[in-house]
T-cell receptor, first 112, second 113 residues
Framework: DQQVKQNSPSLSVQEGRISILNCDYTNSMFDYFLWYKKYPAEGPTFLISISSIKDKNEDGRFTVFLNKSAKHLSLHIVPSQPGDSAVYFCAARANAGNMLTFGGGTRLMVKP | DGGITQSPKYLFRKEGQNVTLSCEQNLNHDAMYWYRQDPGQGLRLIYYSQIVNDFQKGDIAEGYSVSREKKESFPLTVTSAQKNPTAFYLC????????????FGPGTRLTVL
């Protein structure tokens, strides 16, 4: 039973346009959400996070939106750059614990 | 520089052999984790350890074993009982008291021939 789902395995976007990556979750006890970026043959790196008490968090070109009623979050990248091409993982933490549950990832390809 | 070291980057083993993947961190983190990545399946938790000499099974612990004798080290042994061991293995760590997410190592690609 996947508690965190990324339903789009891949996304292709033109350079300069907006990339929107989506993530859905089922566990109401999740209180903190994170996005990680991963290049091939490397470990994931932290990108941006959001607490469940907020509905938006912004960091430069990256913005994460959280809709708790819909149990949905999204990552917006504006403008998209070729260097953003990577796999993006959504992750969630429950009850102020130490563990993360990851989605299956979305491969983003930004075309020049 | 603080970080997580995993060695080797690429590892080849014959079927039926046990193999141990190393993971060392100098971040003074309390908790350490092992994840496995397979194409299209995201990151799945194998084992985790919150303190020295204690560890718990994750979602896919069968065929794996770990030890946590030192705070800095969390080696993972892939045993011959693991039915499909070829994968990309990621070690990670985090603070327990001031959790702000987990930090990953560079990963080890294990190929069983």
């Amino acid at each position: 039973d996947q508690q965190v789902k990324q339903n789009s395995p891949s996304l292709s976007v033109q350079e300069g346009r907006i990339s929107i990556l989506n993530c859905d979750y089922t566990n109401s006890m999740f209180d903190y959400f994170l996005w990680y970026k991963k290049y091939p043959a490397e470990g994931p790196t932290f990108l941006i996070s959001i607490s469940s008490i907020k509905d938006k968090n912004e960091d430069g070109r990256f913005t994460v939106f959280l809709n708790k009623s819909a149990k949905h979050l999204s990552l917006h990248i504006v403008p998209s750059q070729p260097g953003d091409s990577a796999v993006y993982f959504c992750a969630a933490r429950a009850n102020a614990g130490n563990m993360l549950t990851f989605g299956g990832g979305t491969r983003l390809m930004v075309k020049p | 520089d603080g970080g997580i070291t995993q060695s080797p980057k690429y590892l080849f083993r014959k079927e039926g052999q046990n193999v141990t993947l190393s993971c060392e961190q100098n971040l003074n983190h309390d908790a350490m984790y092992w994840y496995r990545q397979d194409p299209g399946q995201g990151l799945r938790l194998i084992y985790y350890s919150q303190i020295v000499n204690d560890f718990q099974k994750g979602d896919i612990a069968e065929g794996y074993s770990v030890s946590r004798e030192k705070k800095e080290s969390f080696p993972l042994t892939v045993t011959s009982a693991q039915k499909n061991p070829t994968a990309f293995y990621l070690c990670a760590s985090s603070m327990y008291s001031s959790w702000q997410g987990i930090i990953f190592g560079p990963g080890t690609r294990l190929t069983v021939l």
